[in-house]
């Protein structure tokens, strides 16, 4: 069992560039979340779905864009990327949606907009 | 504003003895609180949680203390292992509210 996958590892990015993060979970788990990591910040929310058809936005979704077409994938779109969005991105997935259920992260991608 | 807190960055604690991680919460709803433990380069594990109607949940090596009062918990390794390096992240929730994570503590086990 895979869990989790995202990709790319990482990736460098010219900014004013689209870019789509892929998340692929085989849990059949019905809620998956977008996390950033920054140092001092923690992780943060970026966008949720609690479960396929539905999306939610999180703490900081501004610039950033989700779908959730069916129960494995759920793909992180930069529409046009800023150096601002250099970051460490962690897709998550849970059985239910709700804070007391155990979240699943995947390896992560390292994000660099010059 | 962050919610919740992890006023360490880091900690260098001796092999073999106990370490201790605090994390400290401003919103009183939070009612549940998890530990998660991250190794670089992978993404955070969950290691351990707590209910509000608990002060103290076992598991092993690992126990977690809450303190409503204070708002404010702590993780206890005891004893600390060198695999037991990484970054350590607290979490808190209500309800059908999404976590909130802690800024994370870099734990360094001293062999």
């Known amino acids: 069992i895979a869990g989790i996958t995202q990709a790319p590892t990482s990736q460098i990015l010219a900014a004013g560039r689209r870019m789509t993060l892929r998340c692929t979970q085989d849990m059949r788990h019905n809620a998956m979340y977008w996390y950033r990591q920054d140092l001092g910040l923690g992780l943060r929310l970026i966008h949720y779905?609690?479960?396929?058809?539905?999306?939610g936005k999180g703490e900081v979704p501004d610039g950033y864009s989700v779908s959730r077409a069916n129960t494995d994938d759920f793909p992180l779109t930069l529409a046009s990327a800023v150096p601002s969005q250099t970051s460490v991105y962690f897709c998550a997935s849970s059985v239910s949606p709700t804070g007391t259920d155990t979240q699943y992260f995947g390896p992560g991608t390292r994000l660099t907009v010059l | 504003d962050q919610q919740v807190k992890q006023n360490s960055p880091s900690l260098s604690v001796q092999e073999g003895r106990i370490s201790i991680l605090n994390c400290d919460y401003t919103?009183?709803?939070?009612?549940?609180f998890l530990w998660y433990k991250k190794y670089p380069a992978e993404g955070p594990t969950f290691l351990i949680s707590i209910s509000s109607i608990k002060d103290k949940n076992e598991d092993g090596r690992f126990t977690v203390f809450l303190n409503k009062s204070a708002k404010h918990l702590s993780l206890h390794i005891v004893p600390s292992q060198p695999g037991d390096s990484a970054v350590y992240f607290c979490a808190a929730s209500f309800g059908n509210e999404k976590l909130t994570f802690g800024t994370g503590t870099r734990l360094t086990i001293i062999p």
């Open positions: 919103n009183s709803m939070f009612d549940y």
């Open positions: 779905s609690n479960t396929a058809g539905t999306t």
